[in-house]
């Protein structure tokens, strides 16, 4: 399963927020639920590799982090960056994060951005930047 953020998503300053990923590249097993509450919800149980790339269209920065939640509660850090400075592009924060996970069917899982730049700010709104792939292994 591949989806991609095709609409920049506002994230609000020091509020944890689930990452709309609301463009389906592919998803033959229907298993994600799109919008505000995203989630794939695991068809079978099973390990799965979750890769997830985010980045925002702004430059300035205070803290950044990216988490995996299963079921709601907090599973994995995918990204952390402290406090940065001025950067003269976007901030990407993933690249090739990923983890594998156990999960029983109907487990869900969501990504969570968090940033504290002190002003709400946009993710990236593309294919190569802001995407999110679950593959049962």
Do not use: C
Request: no cysteine.
């Amino acid at each position: 399963m591949n989806y991609v953020v095709g609409v920049p998503q506002s994230v609000p300053t020091t509020s944890m927020t689930i990452v709309n990923f609301d463009t389906k590249i592919d998803d033959d097993s229907n298993a994600v639920t799109s919008g505000a509450n995203w989630r794939f919800t695991a068809p079978n149980a099973g390990v799965y590799l979750v890769a997830t790339r985010v980045a925002f269209n702004d430059t300035a920065f205070g803290a950044v982090n990216v988490s995996l939640f299963r079921n709601g509660s907090w599973a994995r850090e995918l990204a952390v960056r402290g406090s940065a400075a001025e950067n003269t592009e976007r901030l990407f924060i993933g690249g090739s994060d990923s983890t594998m996970l156990k999960l029983t069917q109907g487990d869900t899982l969501d990504v969570r951005v968090y940033q504290s730049s002190g002003s709400a700010r946009n993710l990236a709104a593309d294919q190569k930047t802001v995407h999110i792939a679950i593959r049962e292994m």
